[in-house]
């Protein structure tokens, strides 16, 4: 079981940087691979960034590529997704999710996903 608990969203001007964090519960964080989605109301949970287990692999969409940069601390058992030159856009509910299974491959998917956290809303301003 994996605890899963966001921070670091908030409201910012268009050309602004955020960083989120992620910060998980249990002894085996270094067994998952970890990715953020987001959502805003009416849409699909969105992929955004999935990164490996040792965090030599990393994976963007194609919205998010150039900007934003998700990295972890295996020893402080954290995710971070760092945001810069934020769009009004990027505005979403955002969400990071623990992948246990033993496929090596990042996964896109929320379906693919067995842990969430609560969720961390940002705010980009035009």
């Known amino acids: 079981q994996v605890q899963l608990v966001e921070s670091g969203g908030g409201s910012v001007q268009a050309g602004g940087s955020l960083r989120l964090s992620c910060a998980a519960s249990g002894r085996t964080f270094y067994a998952y691979k970890l990715g953020w989605f987001r959502h805003t109301p009416g849409k699909e949970r969105d992929f955004v960034a999935v990164?490996?287990?040792?965090?030599?692999?990393?994976l963007y969409s194609d919205s998010v590529k150039g900007r934003f940069t998700i990295s972890r601390d295996n020893g402080k058992n954290t995710v971070y997704l760092q945001m810069n030159s934020l769009k009004a856009e990027d505005t979403a509910v955002y969400y990071c999710?623990?992948?246990?299974?033993?496929?090596?491959?990042?996964?896109?998917?929320?379906?693919?996903?067995?842990?969430w956290g609560q969720g961390t809303q940002v705010t980009v301003a035009s």
């Open positions: 990164i490996s287990r040792s965090g030599g692999s990393t």
């Open positions: 999710a623990a992948d246990g299974s033993l496929d090596v491959n990042p996964r896109r998917e929320p379906y693919e996903y067995d842990y």
